[in-house]
């Protein structure tokens, strides 16, 4: 007796909540549905298990030879395997148990502040929200959570959280039917996912001995004594003895050290603190996922490139490592017997030689405040 294959994927923040509105729709029901791939999902002979972040199998997505998916979704039978993923908020997934008397769909995050639609509402009215609230990594948006939150606090109405109808128009359709609005239902207007204020991602890049990790330091040093930024700094030969330790220098350890580093500062970031990381980061490719990184948690993201030429690198190094490099003594030494990729549009560029701390950190001062991640005045500047 054969069996049809079964492969398990994780299911990213699309497809999980997804599956999420249909168990608030039917939540004893499987059924045939059109689902976003995710992965590849799900093997055209064979079924699929939806596993959450955690590794807890959601759903099994047998898919069914039936038109109408595109390319881009899936046709499958939905089996549920577990009960829904653990989520903050989880009152605000309740569907209601009566019809409301009015439906309003926020779109968007709440804006400060709130508008009269949402507000000027009663206790048998329902606002409809679709902002995201989990992230494909398995962690928590904050600005989705802050909308939550303001929007149960501002407004006397049902609040009803069903994130995938803001990316599935037919989702969004079945929703409005299910709750008894259809087409009589009103449209809030939102506003869009804004950065946290002071909170982001500031990433030094360049050889060893060019001066980054000073930079790095001093930048700390100047928001600890001018502001009430919550910073980190993440200094990569810290980092190597703590987050990364057991790692080598190979260029793949090297690749996974930098994404570590990425992966960190962003929650911190995404958290409303500010992130202030110094490894060498050579390859290009390390350097834009912690970029896509941030993007995707809303937080902001700016690369420092420090060029200070390598000869002026080898000149200051008080390790003697390059020497022993081209000595033959350290494989895969970066600007050495391993490339420095330099990044084609950091969004600042600076060079040491030559230069006081003061000099270079009145530039990288002046980059955070033209962003928005200061708004105190450089302690140089005043000493000046």
């Known amino acids: 007796m054969s069996t049809s294959p079964q492969t398990s994927l994780t299911g990213d923040a699309r497809l999980l909540d997804h599956l999420d509105a249909l ?6 029901e499987g059924g045939v549905e059109h689902l976003p791939r995710a992965g590849g999902a799900a093997a055209p002979d064979g079924s699929t298990v939806v596993l959450d972040p955690e590794g807890v199998p959601v759903a099994r997505l047998s898919p069914q030879p039936i038109e109408g998916g595109g390319d881009d979704l899936l046709t499958a039978t939905v089996e549920w395997l577990s009960e829904a993923s653990p989520l903050p908020f989880a009152h605000l997934r309740r569907w209601p148990s009566a019809p409301p008397r009015t439906v309003t769909v926020l779109e968007g995050f709440l804006p400060t502040p709130p508008p009269a639609d949402v507000t000027d ?3 048998d009215d329902l606002v409809l929200t679709t902002v995201p609230l989990r992230t494909d990594d398995g962690g928590i948006d904050p600005r989705g959570a802050d909308t939550l939150r303001r929007l149960s606090e501002c407004s006397n109405a049902r609040v009803l959280h069903v994130p995938a109808a803001g990316r599935d128009h037919s989702l969004r359709r079945r929703v409005l039917a299910a709750l008894g609005a259809g087409s009589t239902h009103r449209t809030a207007k939102g506003g869009a996912q804004q950065p946290l204020p002071g909170a982001g991602v500031v990433l030094f890049t360049g050889l060893s001995g060019s001066g980054k990790s000073t930079l790095a330091r001093h930048l700390r040093d100047q928001l600890v004594e001018a502001s009430d930024h919550r910073v980190t700094l993440l200094d990569g030969d810290v980092v190597r003895h703590h987050l990364s330790k057991g790692l080598g220098f190979s260029a793949e350890d090297r690749q ?3 994404r570590r580093i990425g992966w960190v500062a962003t929650q911190i970031a ?5 992130t202030i990381c110094s490894p060498i ?3 290009e490719v390390d350097r ?3 970029a896509a990184m941030c993007a995707e948690n809303g937080v902001q993201f700016l690369l420092v490139h420090v060029a200070t030429p390598l000869e002026e ?3 200051r190094d008080r390790k003697g490592l390059y020497a022993r490099a081209r000595a033959g003594e350290i494989p895969d030494f970066t600007g050495i017997s391993s490339p420095y990729e330099t990044p084609a549009h950091p969004d600042l560029r600076v060079d040491t030689t030559g230069r006081t701390i003061e000099e270079v950190g009145t530039e990288v001062w002046d980059l955070l405040a033209a962003h928005g991640l200061t708004t105190a005045d450089t302690p140089d500047k005043d000493a000046s």
């Open 23 to 28: 168990r608030q729709l039917a939540p004893e």
């Open 121 to 123: 509402l009663n206790a």
């Open 256 to 258: 996974t050290n930098v």
């Open 270 to 274: 995404s958290h409303g603190g500010l």
């Open 281 to 283: 980061a050579p390859f």
């Open 288 to 290: 834009q996922e912690i």
């Open 313 to 315: 690198c080898e000149r």
